[in-house]
C-alpha cells in the first residue's frame, strides 16, 4: 500500500505528466462515450476540441485563483462573485463558439443565436453550457486537492520519518558515553593495577568505538559482524567486572549472511547490566543466548545481578523495535530486585 501510494505520489509529482493526461481524458471522455451513439469517434474528438478552450480557462481559474486567492483566504463574497461571473461570461463564450464556429461547419443549416442574445439573454441552454464547462474544472481541482493530500501525507511522513531517526540516532549515540566512561574507569583501574590485561582492554576499546562510531552509520549490518562486537563487548565487561560476573555465553553457529540494525544487539545488553561501580556489586550470573533460525533471531538473556530501580522498561530498546521491525518482534521484559529474564525474538 505504501509502495503504490509513493508511485502515485510521484505520478502527480509530475506537473507537465499529471495536466497532459488529465487533458487527453477530458478529450477523450466524449468520444468514449459517444461510441454508442450514431456519431464518428472523429467527428466526436472534433466537437469536444471546441469546449476544450473554455473548459480549459475555468479549470486553471478556479484551481490557480478562485480558490487558493478567493476561497482559502476567507474572501467568501469575492469567490461567490468571481465564480458567478466566470459561470456567466464562459457560459456565454461556450454558446458562442458553438453557434458562430462548431455549428456553421459542421450543421449550417441549423437554428443559432445571434451575439446579442447569446451575451445579454442568459438561456437555458446556457444553464447546460455552465455544467458542461465545469464538470471538468471541479474535476480538476478535486485531482488538485488529491494531489495536495498526497503530497501533504508523504511530507509528513518524511518529517514523521526525520524525527524519529533523530530521536534514534540520540538515543544510540547515548550508549556510547556511558560505555566509554565505564570503560576508560577500568582501564584506569588496570593501569594502577599495572595489569597485563589493560593493553588488550585498549585494542577491544578500540575496536568497539571503531564500530559504533563508522561502521554503525550504514542502514543495516551484517549480524555476524553485530555477534563479533558483542563478543568484544563482553570480554571488556568481564575485565570490569573484575570477577564479580559469571558470564555464560552461546552463540549460533550459522547466520547465512543476515542483516540487523546496527547496535540494536547491544542496545539490549546495556539495558539488562545494572552500569554500577564494581565495588558495589555483589557477584552475579550473567547468561546470554543467542539463535538465529529460518531468519528469525531469539536473544534470552538471564541475569542475578541486584538492581534498585527493576521494574524500569527499555524505552529506547523499545522505540528501536517499533520502528525499524513493527509488527516483527516480541519483547518480553521481566525484571525483580536481584533477577532478570528477557527474550527477544525478531523476525530479520
Same mark, same amino acid.
Given at each position: 500500500?505504501?509502495?503504490?501510494? !509513493?508511485?502515485?505520489?510521484? #505520478?502527480?509529482?509530475?506537473?507537465?505528466?499529471?495536466?497532459?493526461?488529465? *487533458?487527453?481524458?477530458? #478529450?477523450?471522455?466524449?468520444?468514449?462515450?459517444?461510441?454508442?451513439?450514431?456519431?464518428?469517434?472523429?467527428?466526436?474528438? +472534433?466537437?469536444?476540441?471546441?469546449?476544450?478552450?473554455?473548459?480549459?480557462?475555468?479549470?486553471?481559474?478556479?484551481?490557480?485563483?478562485?480558490?487558493?486567492?478567493?476561497?482559502?483566504?476567507?474572501?467568501?463574497?469575492?469567490?461567490?462573485?468571481?465564480?458567478?461571473?466566470?459561470?456567466?461570461? #464562459?457560459?456565454?463564450?461556450?454558446?458562442?463558439? +458553438?453557434?458562430?464556429?462548431?455549428?456553421?461547419?459542421?450543421?449550417?443549416?441549423? %437554428?443559432?443565436?445571434? *451575439?446579442?442574445?447569446?451575451?445579454?439573454? $442568459?438561456?437555458?441552454?446556457?444553464?447546460?453550457?455552465?455544467?458542461?464547462?465545469?464538470?471538468?474544472?471541479?474535476?480538476?481541482?478535486?485531482?488538485?486537492?488529491?494531489?495536495?493530500? $498526497?503530497?501533504?501525507?508523504?511530507?509528513?511522513?518524511?518529517?514523521?520519518?526525520?524525527?524519529?531517526?533523530?530521536?534514534?540516532?540520540?538515543?544510540? =549515540?547515548?550508549?556510547?558515553?556511558?560505555?566509554?566512561?565505564? !570503560?576508560?574507569?577500568? +582501564?584506569?583501574?588496570?593501569?594502577?593495577?599495572?595489569?597485563?590485561?589493560?593493553?588488550?582492554?585498549?585494542?577491544?576499546?578500540?575496536?568497539?568505538?571503531?564500530?559504533?562510531?563508522?561502521? !554503525?552509520?550504514?542502514?543495516?549490518?551484517?549480524?555476524?559482524?553485530?555477534?563479533?562486537?558483542?563478543?568484544?563487548?563482553?570480554?571488556?565487561?568481564?575485565?570490569?567486572?573484575?570477577?564479580?560476573?559469571?558470564?555464560?555465553?552461546?552463540?549460533?553457529? %550459522?547466520?547465512?549472511?543476515?542483516?540487523?540494525?546496527?547496535?540494536?544487539? $547491544?542496545?539490549?545488553?546495556?539495558?539488562? #547490566?545494572?552500569? %554500577?561501580?564494581?565495588?558495589?556489586?555483589?557477584?552475579?550470573? $550473567?547468561?546470554?543466548?543467542?539463535?538465529?533460525?529460518?531468519?528469525?533471531?531469539?536473544?534470552?538473556?538471564?541475569?542475578?545481578?541486584?538492581?534498585?530501580?527493576?521494574? %524500569?522498561?527499555?524505552?529506547?530498546?523499545?522505540?528501536?523495535?517499533? *520502528?525499524?521491525?513493527?509488527?516483527?518482534?516480541?519483547?518480553?521484559?521481566? =525484571?525483580?530486585?536481584?533477577?532478570?529474564? =528477557?527474550?527477544?525474538?525478531?523476525?530479520?
Amino acid at each position: 500500500m505504501e509502495e503504490a501510494n !509513493t508511485k502515485i505520489t510521484r #505520478l502527480l509529482g509530475n506537473r507537465w505528466l499529471s495536466h497532459i493526461l488529465f *487533458w487527453l481524458g477530458v #478529450l477523450l471522455s466524449y468520444p468514449i462515450l459517444s461510441l454508442g451513439m450514431e456519431q464518428s469517434f472523429s467527428g466526436a474528438v +472534433i466537437i469536444k476540441l471546441f469546449y476544450l478552450p473554455t473548459q480549459l480557462i475555468a479549470a486553471y481559474l478556479l484551481v490557480y485563483y478562485q480558490l487558493p486567492k478567493l476561497l482559502y483566504p476567507g474572501r467568501y463574497v469575492a469567490f461567490i462573485f468571481s465564480l458567478l461571473l466566470s459561470f456567466y461570461l #464562459l457560459s456565454t463564450l461556450t454558446h458562442g463558439i +458553438i453557434d458562430h464556429l462548431l455549428i456553421p461547419n459542421f450543421a449550417p443549416e441549423a %437554428e443559432r443565436t445571434n *451575439w446579442q442574445d447569446i451575451f445579454f439573454r $442568459f438561456q437555458q441552454i446556457d444553464a447546460f453550457y455552465v455544467i458542461w464547462v465545469y464538470w471538468v474544472a471541479v474535476a480538476f481541482a478535486s485531482l488538485k486537492l488529491i494531489k495536495q493530500s $498526497f503530497e501533504r501525507k508523504a511530507a509528513i511522513e518524511e518529517l514523521e520519518k526525520e524525527k524519529i531517526q533523530v530521536e534514534l540516532d540520540t538515543l544510540q =549515540a547515548q550508549l556510547h558515553p556511558r560505555f566509554l566512561s565505564n !570503560t576508560l574507569k577500568t +582501564i584506569h583501574r588496570l593501569s594502577l593495577e599495572q595489569s597485563d590485561a589493560a593493553p588488550e582492554l585498549i585494542a577491544s576499546l578500540s575496536d568497539m568505538l571503531d564500530y559504533m562510531l563508522y561502521q !554503525t552509520q550504514s542502514k543495516t549490518v551484517p549480524l555476524a559482524q553485530e555477534v563479533e562486537i558483542l563478543q568484544t563487548f563482553f570480554e571488556i565487561e568481564a575485565l570490569r567486572q573484575n570477577g564479580n560476573m559469571s558470564l555464560h555465553l552461546a552463540w549460533p553457529e %550459522e547466520v547465512n549472511g543476515a542483516q540487523i540494525k546496527p547496535l540494536l544487539l $547491544f542496545s539490549m545488553v546495556e539495558n539488562a #547490566l545494572v552500569q %554500577e561501580d564494581r565495588s558495589k556489586q555483589e557477584d552475579f550470573e $550473567f547468561s546470554y543466548q543467542m539463535d538465529y533460525r529460518d531468519q528469525e533471531l531469539t536473544v534470552t538473556i538471564k541475569s542475578t545481578q541486584v538492581r534498585s530501580n527493576y521494574a %524500569e522498561e527499555p524505552t529506547a530498546l523499545q522505540q528501536q523495535l517499533n *520502528w525499524f521491525y513493527p509488527d516483527l518482534h516480541q519483547l518480553h521484559w521481566k =525484571a525483580e530486585p536481584n533477577r532478570l529474564h =528477557a527474550n527477544l525474538n525478531v523476525q530479520l
